[in-house]
C-alpha cells in the first residue's frame, strides 16, 4: 500500500514570495489533515478534511494561508506571502474515517525555509 | 485546552539499558492516546495506541505504554533498547468522543542509543 505522498520535499523561499504544498493521501482515506512542526516542537493542526470539506480551519493564519481539496482526493497547502516565522515542516496525514478510532498516516513532510 | 508533557526532551542510553519515556496530558474527559515514532531521515509512524480496555498496550518492536487514568499518564517502555530505536518519540492524545478531532502532540523525546 502506497504511503501517503507530498512533494517537494524542501523548499527555499525568500520572504513575501508564495510557495505551494502538495499532498496525496493514502487510497480511500477520507480524512486529510495539514499539520506544522516548527523545530523543536511536535506537529500542530493547520486544517483538517473529511472529503472535500474543511471541517477545522481555527488554526490556519488565514490572511496568508490557505488549501484545498478538490474532488475529496489530493490537497494543496498556500501560503502567500511567505514570513521569515513559517519556516517549518508542513506534514500531511490522512486517516480511513472520521472516528477518531483509526490512526492516522503521515507523509514525509514539506521542509520550508523562509529567507 | 488539551495539552501534552513530554518530561524529558533528550535521552542518552546504552544498549540494552531499560527506557522509560514520561507523558502526561491535559485534558478532562475520556481520551484515546498515542505514540508516535520519528526514525532519522523517516516519517512520523505509529509505536503504539490506546483507546479502551486493558491499560497496558504493547506496540511495535518491543514497545510497550501504561495509561494511569488517576496520573493522567501514559509513559512508554521498553526492557533493553537497541541501537536502531534511535528516534523522536512523540506522545500525542485526541478526545475520545469527537470525531476526527486531530492529534494534539507533545514536544517530543529525542533518544539517542549508543552501541
Known amino acids: 500500500e502506497a504511503g501517503v505522498v507530498q512533494s517537494p520535499r524542501y523548499k527555499i523561499i525568500e520572504k513575501k514570495q508564495p510557495v505551494a504544498f502538495w499532498c496525496n493521501p493514502i487510497?480511500?482515506?477520507?480524512?486529510l489533515y495539514w499539520y506544522r512542526q516548527n523545530l523543536g516542537q511536535g506537529p500542530e493542526l493547520l486544517i483538517r478534511?473529511?472529503?472535500?470539506?474543511?471541517?477545522?480551519d481555527s488554526q490556519l493564519p488565514k490572511d496568508r494561508f490557505s488549501a484545498e481539496r478538490l474532488k475529496g482526493v489530493d490537497s494543496t497547502l498556500k501560503i502567500q506571502p511567505a514570513e521569515l516565522g513559517d519556516s517549518a515542516v508542513y506534514l500531511c496525514?490522512?486517516?480511513?474515517?472520521?472516528?477518531?478510532?483509526?490512526?492516522?498516516?503521515f507523509g514525509p513532510g514539506t521542509r520550508l525555509t523562509v529567507l | 485546552a488539551q495539552s501534552v508533557s513530554q518530561h524529558n526532551h533528550h535521552v542518552i542510553l546504552s544498549e540494552a539499558a531499560s527506557l522509560e519515556l514520561g507523558c502526561n496530558y491535559s485534558?478532562?474527559?475520556?481520551?484515546?492516546l498515542f505514540w508516535y515514532v520519528q526514525y532519522p531521515g523517516q516519517h512520523l509512524q505509529l509505536l503504539l495506541k490506546?483507546?479502551?480496555?486493558?491499560?497496558l498496550v504493547k506496540g511495535i518492536k518491543g514497545f510497550e505504554a501504561e495509561f494511569i487514568k488517576s496520573k493522567f499518564s501514559f509513559n512508554l517502555r521498553k526492557p533493553s533498547v537497541q541501537w536502531s530505536d534511535t528516534a523522536e518519540y512523540f506522545c500525542?492524545?485526541?478526545?475520545?468522543?469527537?470525531?476526527?478531532?486531530?492529534?494534539?502532540f507533545g514536544k517530543g523525546t529525542t533518544l539517542s542509543v549508543s552501541s
Open positions: 490506546y483507546f479502551s480496555g486493558d491499560p
Open positions: 496525514a490522512s486517516s480511513p474515517d472520521p472516528g477518531g478510532y483509526s490512526e492516522q498516516f
Open positions: 500525542a492524545v485526541t478526545p475520545a468522543n469527537q470525531a476526527g478531532t486531530a492529534l494534539i
Open positions: 485534558y478532562g474527559g475520556t481520551v484515546n
Open positions: 478534511y473529511e472529503n472535500e470539506e474543511a471541517v477545522d
Open positions: 487510497s480511500g482515506h477520507n480524512t
